[in-house]
């Protein structure tokens, strides 16, 4: 290797989600791998293969600097184990009903019971592209001799790979917790065993990194508190923030009678929605032709939350209008009245959420109804924008009494005024990277 190569600084970014793959977990490593290339750094990626994944956007692809090598490996979730050990054994057991409909009864059955059983076992579903990593690690460490592995969860079995990268190759490691790995209701592992591997896991990677990244104060402190005071120093935040390049250039809106509020982003299984639903309900049995004044839009609603929303009967207010690519979401927000944000308070990791979605609200320039805890971080966030108006997420009452005023004000004056603050722009990727980069380069200096 010449003097010249080695001169050059390397890094190895870890995710399990990538472009073409869509879904929240790609946009921060997807931008953190285009401005730290920016910042004279050779980036590679490693990630799993695309045809694991049913979310796709092939837009988020143009993102990508031609100059990243991105490696995709090829693995199995569990649950897709799972399947396939119950048509194995379905088989044994069932040998002479190879072709018939009752076999796939048995094995639904089984795929089923299976599933469970790893699920309580397994901290993790990704556990298994851990191994198929790490058998690939080497080969790419040979070839580009990282200076610093940075990998990002959830799937928080990334960061596993950090662990060996550090104890193998004596790379600097960088682990950056999107969320937190067994505090949040949308991630944590389902049975005893499961939860006790995962908060052992957690608790050592947070221990082991060289320095740990997460988006918020609140998630900062509460993974602080897992860890002894020692280690404190090597925390650091890292926002989510948004791309001026994503935001549509400014637009008369489409014109519409009725007041329309937007979610952008799929509505998650686990969240408690009921206070939100419910204030609709109640606030339709005040108006009985609400759904000529509100419409709320949704790009993606589990069945869990439609069950909810049909038998309150309020499907004729409540839309969802399916996935859309993430340039093609943002133009449909800046059509909307209002943008939505749902953050309930199921855990006490949800003090600490700041999705990225908050910021590119705010860049939009758009009134924003926040249902949210009060003493949160995004709610402190937006307690800086005076376009933002946020409601303590259980509180149906202050929900239907906010709702009824932004339809009088959109009655009134046909629109709702507001603009993008010039503060935002602190909260770019590009700078939240140059962030991150010089935490890298302080490593290069020990």
């Not at 979310?55 to 600097?65: N, Q, V, Y």
């Not at 950056?176 to 939860?195: E, Q």
């Not at 926002?239 to 489409?254: A, C, E, F, K, Q």
């Not at 509020?261 to 005040?286: M, T, V, W």
């Amino acid at each position: 290797m010449s003097h010249a190569e080695k001169d050059i600084k390397k890094v190895l970014i870890i995710n399990v989600e990538f472009p073409p793959i869509s879904g929240p977990s790609v946009q921060r490593v997807l931008k953190f791998t285009r401005y730290i290339h920016k910042q004279s750094w050779q980036v590679t990626v490693l990630t799993s293969a695309i045809k694991f994944w049913h979310m796709r956007d092939d837009s988020l692809s143009t993102d990508i600097p031609e100059e990243v090598d991105v490696y995709r490996l090829y693995w199995y979730r569990i649950h897709e184990i799972g399947r396939g050990l119950a048509n194995i054994f379905s088989f044994l057991v069932y040998p002479f009903l190879l072709f018939s409909k009752t076999r796939k009864v048995i094995a639904k059955g089984l795929n089923w019971r299976i599933n469970i059983f790893l699920t309580h076992i397994f901290p993790e579903p990704d556990l298994l592209w851990v191994i198929v990593a790490i058998l690939n690690y080497f080969r790419i460490y040979k070839k580009y001799n990282f200076n610093i592995v940075i990998t990002s969860g959830p799937p928080h079995a990334s960061h596993l790979i950090g662990l060996f990268a550090k104890y193998f190759t004596k790379v600097q490691w960088l682990a950056d917790f999107r969320d937190p790995w067994v505090d949040s209701i949308d991630l944590h592992p389902k049975g005893f065993i499961a939860k006790r591997l995962a908060f052992y896991l957690e608790k050592y990677v947070l221990k082991k990194a060289d320095t740990v990244i997460t988006v918020s104060d609140g998630w900062k402190k509460l993974l602080q508190r897992k860890i002894e005071a020692r280690h404190y120093d090597k925390f650091h935040v890292i926002h989510n923030g948004y791309d001026p390049i994503d935001i549509p250039s400014l637009r008369v809106p489409l014109y519409s009678s009725k007041l329309t509020l937007h979610h952008n982003g799929s509505l998650y299984p686990r969240r408690d929605c009921s206070s939100f639903f419910r204030a609709i309900s109640k606030l339709k049995e005040q108006y009985t032709l609400l759904s000529n004044q509100l419409q709320i839009t949704f790009t993606g609603i589990p069945d869990s939350q439609l069950t909810i929303i049909n038998e309150l009967y309020i499907g004729d207010i409540i839309y969802d209008i399916g996935r859309l690519s993430h340039i093609e979401s943002l133009k449909y927000s800046m059509d909307k009245d209002v943008l939505l944000l749902l953050n309930d308070n199921a855990d006490k990791a949800s003090l600490g959420m700041m999705t990225g979605k908050v910021y590119e609200y705010v860049a939009l320039g758009k009134p924003i109804l926040a249902l949210t805890s009060t003493s949160g971080d995004l709610a402190q966030f937006l307690s800086q924008y005076e376009y933002a108006r946020i409601v303590d997420y259980d509180d149906v009452r202050s929900i239907i009494a906010t709702i009824i005023y932004l339809m009088k004000v959109k009655k009134d004056k046909g629109h709702i005024f507001s603009k993008a603050p010039s503060w935002i722009n602190e909260y770019s990727r590009e700078k939240q990277s140059k962030q991150l980069v010089r935490i890298m380069n302080s490593f290069l200096m020990t």
